[in-house]
């Protein structure tokens, strides 16, 4: 899969990592697309991949009663998609839908889980480019929590 | 300190809790020229004066435009003027936006929720003088689509070849298909030069806060980005005292700061 | 020895009589010491019979007493709980009237026909106060057009202190406790081995002017002498002191410093400091109708920012919590005053150790938040 390797390396999530580990990833990478509308994964569904997009929108999504999908949180170019794939029970928590034409790089997480295990420091230079998406994320939902926007009566 | 009468030439219902008022001077009273981000004190007869900040044109001083939520006596007041009515009005007061001496430069405008008002002047002047800036972006944030204030005004700078729009919202329906987050996510993507950028950030104080960290992280000197601060005002013009945040007096060192100016106070609780 | 100056002269105590119906031969309202309500407080003056003779006061942290004294002074104490902010910025001022017919709104300023007034008994710190006040009122993009009208008008007669107060700190804030300006005439009063008199000198040609009218003749090298020993007695005896050197950066360092929560404890944010610091200039604005709506006015009164509701904002507080107010009063006179104005806010007058109720004393505060010893530092 040539064509997938520099689109991987110079993808803002994978900057500066190290050739080899590049090579181990190509090797779980394929191109994917999603039509406006089309779900990417939904909640409950085992959490087989994880995303890097390419470009297009993403949105991450709750089902709520009475008031039906709730979008929490959009991602577009240079993002990435999904961690359930990281710790068991490897399950989506969310759903994912993409509400334009959206193209991304999905890497199986299987084959992923496997080359961390073996090569634990591809798995360290992953974990801790998670962590910082998931900091990051926390924050941002914080942010969101306060409601800085509403009101108090 | 006396106030000037103007009366109301329009009510318009931007939100459902959002309004604005476009007032003419009652008898005849010259043009109101203000600078862009001042605000006006604001007097509804017998009720009382709040700070609000001009939001209308600056190219355009025939008619002075607040916007304001109803949160109190006076916006409630405010809120039940018709055409035709009276109100009172002092300014205009205050340190506006710097979008003189932003010239030459990139222009980042993050708003949050309805500071998007007391940006609007500077965004006016930025597009009527485009050609002395590089790049402008506008990075607006708000609770829920319901909420976004100047909606089809939006939408005409976003249909504009030279003009960047962003909007996010906290929370979303089902409908809309747009970003939803909270606005410093737009920031790391937006389509700017550190190196020449002047940015200016209005919305909820913590809103600010976290956005002019954002830009820091990113890159844009801190001498480059501003802020409108709020507080408690009864004058308006250094006397009362309630205004003060630390050594400043919002209504006359401000509304608007640099951000290295003031960004000890930002961190400090309760001050 | 000191030379008198070829201005200083001496006034028997009946040419205070002379100096009081002469300011008022002037048109001037005539205000000065008197007792009411169990203190020394300002109020109109037309007889050196109203002035507290035989009394003194005892002030400390949180106490004030009238106690008899056999000195036969006039001018033998401190200062109470009434400044001269009580008759330059009123505590409560009707700004406008507005009156409604249909959509027309017209407004009526309010005159301004408050007589000139002459100060009788104005300490060295009060002057220092209205100084501190003028800057803030006087010196801005904005001023009060009936403030700077009653102190361009006002006439002032100084009177050093001869007896500090249990509470003052003048000599720290380079105030006191002799005036060095800002009067019209400044007279020391002398009593001694049996005589009763005052030295005068004028500050201004108005003051010279007057005291042209006086009996009075040259002053003695031995009175001026006396007069001196009066000032320097009293500077000798400040019970308390504040460190000014660095003191706005040595509290802009200490924000967060964890003092302020012990003594927000104490306080019970009730504004009594704010009320009768001289300084203190915060007001707001209450506007009122009647009940036909056609009726408005606009008052202006004294506001502290010690209330809870002094910093709100759509939805709440600023400084909802008792120690950010506290701070807030604390740092605004010795640090943030000084970026704004170029001055103190505080000039020593010690009324708001006095008069707070729970006793708190700035001087130590000051200390605490600045990480000083805090053991109390006696004398200049």
């Known amino acids: ?153 | 300190m006396l106030p000037d009468f103007f009366s109301v030439r329009k009510v318009r219902l931007e939100t459902d809790d959002t309004f604005t008022l476009e007032l003419a001077p009652a008898g005849g009273r010259q043009p109101f020229p203000f600078s862009a981000g001042q605000f006006n004190m604001l007097y509804v007869h017998g009720i009382g004066e709040v700070p609000i900040s001009i939001s209308g044109d600056p190219g355009k001083p025939g008619t002075l435009v607040h916007t304001t939520r109803a949160v109190g006596a006076v916006t409630r007041g405010l809120r039940t003027l018709k055409k035709g009515d009276v109100l009172g009005v002092r300014g205009p007061f205050g340190v506006g936006w710097p979008v003189q001496q932003a010239e030459g430069h990139d222009i980042v405008v993050v708003a949050g929720g309805i500071g998007l008002a007391p940006l609007r002047p500077a965004i006016y002047q930025l597009l009527a003088n485009r050609d002395r800036y590089g790049k402008l972006v506008i990075l607006y944030g708000t609770r829920t689509p319901a909420d976004i204030l100047f909606r089809k005004e939006i939408e005409a700078w976003r249909a504009r070849l030279d003009v960047e729009v962003y909007v996010t919202v906290d929370r979303a329906t089902d409908s809309w298909h747009g970003n939803v987050g909270v606005v410093t996510k737009l920031i790391p993507k937006a389509p700017f030069d550190r190196t020449r950028t002047v940015a200016m950030i209005c919305g909820p104080e913590l809103m600010m806060r976290f956005t002019a960290l954002e830009l820091d992280k990113r890159g844009v000197e801190t001498d480059h980005i501003y802020l409108s601060m709020e507080r408690n005002m009864k004058c308006g013009v250094g006397l009362c005292g309630h205004c003060q945040c630390g050594a400043t007096f919002i209504c006359k060192d401000g509304p608007v700061f640099r951000y290295d100016a003031i960004k000890g106070l930002l961190s400090q609780r309760e001050i | ?380």
């Open chain 1, 1 to 153: 899969m040539h064509t997938l390797e520099p689109l991987l390396a110079e993808h803002p999530f994978l900057k500066g990592l190290k050739q080899e580990h590049l090579e181990l990833l190509v090797g779980c990478a394929s191109n994917v697309r999603f039509e406006a509308g089309a779900f990417v994964f939904r909640q409950g569904q085992e959490a087989n991949h994880f995303y890097i997009l390419r470009d297009g929108k993403v949105a991450v999504e709750l089902f709520a009663p009475q008031k039906g999908a709730v979008a929490i949180d959009t991602y577009g170019e240079g993002d990435v998609l999904g961690w359930s794939w990281l710790l068991p029970p490897y399950h989506w928590r969310f759903d994912a839908r993409a509400t334009e034409p959206t193209r991304m790089i999905s890497l199986d997480a299987r084959c992923m889980r496997t080359k961390c295990e073996n090569d634990h420091d591809l798995g360290y230079e992953l974990m801790k480019r998670f962590a910082r998406i998931i900091e990051q994320r926390l924050d941002a939902t914080r942010w969101q929590l306060l409601d800085v926007y509403g009101v108090r009566s």
């Open chain 3, 1 to 380: 020895m000191t030379t008198p100056r070829r201005d200083q002269v001496t006034l028997e105590p009946a040419a205070l009589q002379q100096l009081i119906d002469a300011l008022r031969a002037d048109g001037y309202q005539v205000v000065g010491p008197v007792l009411g309500n169990g203190a020394i407080v300002y109020d109109e003056l037309s007889s050196t019979d109203q002035l507290p003779a035989g009394k003194t006061d005892r002030q400390s942290p949180g106490s004030y007493k009238l106690v008899p004294d056999e000195s036969g002074a006039w001018f033998g104490f401190a200062v109470g709980p009434h400044s001269w902010k009580q008759k330059c910025y009123p505590a409560v001022a009707r700004l406008w009237r507005a009156e409604r017919k249909g959509a027309a709104i017209t407004l009526v300023a309010e005159p301004d026909d408050s007589p000139p007034l002459a100060l009788v008994g104005a300490r060295a710190c009060e002057i220092a106060a209205m100084h501190v006040q003028d800057r803030v009122l006087l010196h801005g993009a904005e001023t009060d057009p009936a403030y700077r009208h009653q102190r361009e008008r006002m006439f002032v007669v100084a009177v050093s202190c001869g007896r500090p107060g249990g509470t003052c700190f003048c000599v720290s804030m380079g105030t006191g406790p002799a005036a060095t300006g800002g009067f019209d005439i400044a007279l020391t009063e002398v009593v001694d081995q049996g005589r009763h008199y005052f030295i005068a000198e004028g500050g201004t040609d108005a003051g010279e002017a007057v005291i042209a009218r006086l009996t009075n003749r040259p002053a003695t090298i031995e009175e001026v002498a006396a007069a001196d020993a009066v000032v320097a007695g009293a500077a000798a005896q400040m019970g308390r002191s504040v460190t000014t050197d660095g003191l706005p950066q040595r509290l802009a360092a200490n924000i967060e410093h964890p003092h302020w929560e012990v003594v927000a404890k104490r306080c019970l944010t009730c504004a009594n400091c704010t009320m009768v610091c001289p300084t203190c200039f915060c007001t707001t604005i209450d506007d009122q109708t009647d009940l036909s709506g056609a009726h408005a006015s606009r008052v202006r009164t004294w506001d502290s920012c010690f209330t809870l509701d002094f910093s709100y904002i759509h939805g709440g507080s600023v400084r909802p919590s008792p120690y950010a107010r506290y701070r807030q009063w604390l740092t605004h006179k010795f640090s943030t005053w000084v970026d704004q104005f170029g001055t103190f806010g505080c000039v020593g007058c010690g009324r708001c150790i006095t008069w707070c109720p729970v006793g708190i004393d700035v001087t130590e505060e000051v200390r605490a938040v600045t990480g000083e010893s805090a053991d109390r530092a006696p004398s200049t």
